[in-house]
């Protein structure tokens, strides 16, 4: 009898070059991604040691972690030491004949939103990048994840990786949401129920019919969080949505290969009898607006409830809440739309449409950064960016920026701030700055109080 298979199996079948001696396999690895953070030492060290990048047509560079997100940037940044970065993986990348998305490239962008912009993710590929939410991209039915330095190395060199086969594991989410519930809530849900580390060896399919009614930023949004899970990758089988979403973009097959494309891809969707190793099943109509109250995006809780009455104490010091403290009404000084996470169009447009009209409280820092620089033209267009500066929000060029701290820009000391980031770490956003990830519509209402508040609130006042 013909062995049932996960889609897992199926990607990892598909790329297995050789299984290896004592467990795990060599992989074969179709895309590669650098950025300007770690994407110079990659290739200069491969170049020192007398080799090549296989096939540059397969490897791509973008300038996204560390380039200044301020109108009118450069080379220069605000982290010390920024500037070399840049300009060392510039000459890296043309010396290796890779493409590289600069500075000011009309396609710039984080590269997890660029990626599927371009369709250089396509349904069973594997995507590899020195980033751990390079599991965003798993939405299209991609096997991807996030690597270190020397393992960008090894694949640019061979074409394979060596990996541990992950256990599997299925996340069902069943019904549908509610209106002002969105794929962060979600991940946050998940995350809230079974743990930050509740993942941990496990390659992850996202299922059921509340993902089947996620457009494919959404499912992005899902996907990337998955290494907030502790997952080896994230991913959901492609479907329609999928195949219209990448049709006619500029690296997606066209003419008769795209029919023979899409063809293989309906292909990439489990057996009806596959057995996971584990199982989670979360009632989508249930779930509420999540924010986290806590430093890791395990301590979340619903916009109606409360710190935890047995949370410890660390967090709690850092964070400067207390058990048992109701999260809605908590006071912030920064509110920040952007990241790999929420920074996409669609993001925007459902953030600017509560925003419309209204203005951010008094002495509230807000910015939105959107994610490539598609995402802010295709905006500008719509005048989401005037909707954005007239409520009070600066409006910025896309990269990372303040997603995370790397010794450049980052919020005021023991400010808090409410996020739309994917971590919440002790000074991710800057030196002792205190951080709650949430959903967009749940930041620009929070933006707008003054105070972590309820996007239910608001999008109910608008229907009466």
Not at 86 to 94: M, N, P, Q, S, V
Not at 115 to 137: F, K, M, N, R, Y
Request: aromatic residues 6%; charged residues 20%.
């Amino acid at each position: 009898m013909k062995q049932a298979l996960t889609l897992f199996d199926k990607l990892w079948r598909s790329h297995v070059v050789a299984d290896l001696p004592g467990g795990g396999a060599l992989i074969a690895i179709d895309r590669v991604f650098l950025h300007e953070r770690t994407g110079a030492a990659a290739l200069n060290s491969l170049a020192e040691a007398g080799r090549k990048v296989a096939d540059p047509s397969r490897v791509f560079a973008v300038t996204d972690h560390i380039v200044d997100t301020r109108p009118g940037r450069t080379d220069q940044t605000l982290m010390p030491g920024g500037q070399a970065f840049i300009t060392e993986t510039r000459a890296a990348a043309r010396a290796a004949g890779i493409t590289l998305f600069d500075v000011n490239d009309p396609d710039q962008g984080i590269v997890h939103v660029i990626s599927p912009e371009l369709a250089i993710v396509l349904p069973g590929t594997t995507v590899i990048a020195p980033d751990s939410h390079t599991c965003t991209q798993g939405a299209f039915g991609a096997l991807a994840w996030g690597i270190g330095s020397s393992e960008a190395e090894h694949a640019m060199a061979t074409g394979t990786l060596r990996l541990s086969n992950p256990k599997s594991m299925r996340v069902t989410f069943t019904g549908k949401l509610a209106a002002g519930v969105t794929p962060k809530d979600m991940i946050l849900t998940l995350l809230a129920h079974h743990g930050a580390a509740g993942g941990k060896g496990h390659a992850v399919e996202f299922a059921g019919e509340a993902v089947s009614a996620l457009d494919m930023e959404g499912r992005m949004t899902l996907c990337n969080m998955a290494t907030e899970f502790s997952a080896m990758s994230g991913f959901i089988a492609p479907d329609d949505k999928t195949f219209e979403y990448l049709e006619g973009r500029r690296y997606a097959p066209s003419g008769d290969q795209w029919q023979r494309a899409c063809n293989h891809w309906r292909e990439l969707v489990g057996d009806s009898e596959a057995v996971f190793d584990q199982e989670i099943e979360i009632d989508a109509g249930a779930i509420a607006p999540m924010v986290s109250w806590g430093t890791n995006p395990g301590q979340t809780c619903s916009i109606d409830g409360a710190v935890p009455v047995d949370a410890p104490p660390a967090p709690l010091a850092y964070i400067g809440l207390t058990a048992d403290q109701p999260i809605r009404g908590v006071p912030i000084d920064a509110a920040f739309i952007g990241s790999c996470t929420n920074s996409r169009l669609s993001d925007l447009r459902r953030a600017s449409a509560l925003l419309r009209g209204r203005k951010i409280a008094e002495g509230i820092k807000a910015i939105c950064v959107p994610g490539s620089t598609r995402v802010k033209r295709e905006a500008e267009a719509e005048g989401i960016d005037r909707i954005f500066t007239d409520a009070g929000f600066e409006w910025r060029e896309s990269g990372c920026s303040m997603c995370f701290y790397a010794g450049g820009e980052s919020f005021a000391a023991g400010s808090r701030v409410i996020s739309t980031t994917n971590r919440n770490f002790e000074s991710r956003q800057g030196p002792n700055v205190r951080t709650h990830i949430a959903s967009p519509e749940t930041v620009v209402v929070s933006a707008l109080a003054g105070m972590i508040s309820d996007p239910r609130d608001l999008l109910e006042s608008e229907l009466v």
